[in-house]
């Protein structure tokens, strides 16, 4: 099994084939963060494509500083916030009223109540963002708070004090049994969606380079 760095070595050495595995083992991860931050399901797979495509045009200058997981997450972050702020300029309704619009539509679980998951759903997405952030990426992905840190310019006891000050706010929803892998689940045929497409652009950036080079 390799490293993320040794499959990193390996495409920037000419085995671009090898993104796939990388796009595969953080398609969750990503999906979970930016369905954080943006609430259209379409939208956040638009969001991961561009972040993965991102990071690929850029693979030459991750210089290890720290994980790559913790760049993946950055470059997501920013491109979710990023996307958020365009939306915000084109449309006059709040975030605040998205937020308790939005209604969830995923896959249940057979290891979860759908009502249980339902009510958790809809409770992390009304969150302040600052909290359901960080919610997200220490709950449910299981990040550490240096990664968690890292990701988000934190300080340890900022991220410490948010995911607290969010456990405080879903306590009554929290007192139930749940699986944190059935929430903002991401089902397989989605994550070949987003391999598939990555993929396709990938081939077509590679195409142009070697054009330019010919």
Known sequence: MFTDEEIIHRILDGEDYLYEALIRKYNQRLYRISRSIVHDEDE?????????????????????????????????????????????????????KLDSNYNYETPLSSLMNSELKAVLEESIAKLPEKYRLVFVMRELEDMSTNET??????????VK?????AKEMLRDVLSGHYKSS?????????????????????????????????
């Not at 760049?71 to 006059?92: A, D, F, G, M, V």
């Not at 840190?149 to 900022?158: I, Q």
């Open 44 to 96: 956040v797979e638009d969001i991961m494509q561009t972040a993965y495509l991102n990071a690929y045009l850029n693979l030459a200058g991750f210089k290890g500083k720290s994980t790559f997981a913790t760049w993946l997450t950055k470059i997501l972050i920013n491109e979710s916030l990023l996307h958020k702020k365009r939306q915000s300029k084109r449309s006059q309704v709040s975030l605040e």
């Open 149 to 158: 840190m890292d990701a988000l310019d934190l300080t340890e006891s900022n």
């Open 182 to 214: 059935d929430v903002y689940d991401f089902h397989l045929s989605r994550c070949d969606k987003i391999v598939n497409r990555v993929m396709a652009e990938i081939s077509s950036a590679i195409d142009i380079r070697d054009h330019k080079r010919d």
């Open 161 to 165: 004090v948010r995911l607290n000050r």
